[in-house]
């Protein structure tokens, strides 16, 4: 079994900085793009940032590019979401996820990863 667990999320105010992680078990991560997305009660699931096997590509939502940046520690099977500038609108649930190899149709769509952690909290408040 693939296991990802994610850690870094918190409360902080409108403005503030958080940098999530996300460790996969085993030594796999480097075969695997990896993404972030986010879910608050009432709404559907939402993409934030993918990043490609080697790091060398990044991908964020409209919402987030210039503010979060996604990086990946491939030797140590852990994926990173520097989050700069938050908002309240940032407020959910993060959880990452992994896009086996073979996927096709972009990074911003669900079905297309195989594995998801359980989720961190993070809260902005205003």
């Known amino acids: 079994q693939v296991q990802l667990l994610e850690s870094g999320g918190g409360l902080v105010q409108t403005g503030d900085s958080l940098k999530l992680s996300c460790a996969a078990s085993?030594?796999?991560?480097?075969?695997?793009?990896m993404g972030w997305f986010r879910r608050v009660p009432g709404k559907e699931q939402e993409f934030v940032a993918a990043?490609?096997?080697?790091?060398?590509?990044?991908y964020y939502a409209d919402s987030v590019r210039g503010r979060f940046t996604i990086s990946r520690d491939n030797a140590k099977n852990t994926v990173y979401l520097q989050m700069n500038s938050l908002k309240p609108e940032d407020t959910a649930v993060y959880y990452c996820?992994?896009?086996?190899?073979?996927?096709?149709?972009?990074?911003?769509?669900?079905?297309?990863?195989?594995?998801w952690g359980q989720g961190t909290q993070v809260t902005v408040s205003s």
């Open positions: 990043v490609s096997v080697s790091g060398g590509s990044q």
């Open positions: 996820a992994r896009r086996p190899y073979g996927a096709s149709g972009g990074y911003s769509s669900p079905r297309l990863y195989d594995y």
């Open positions: 085993g030594r796999t991560s480097s075969t695997y793009a």
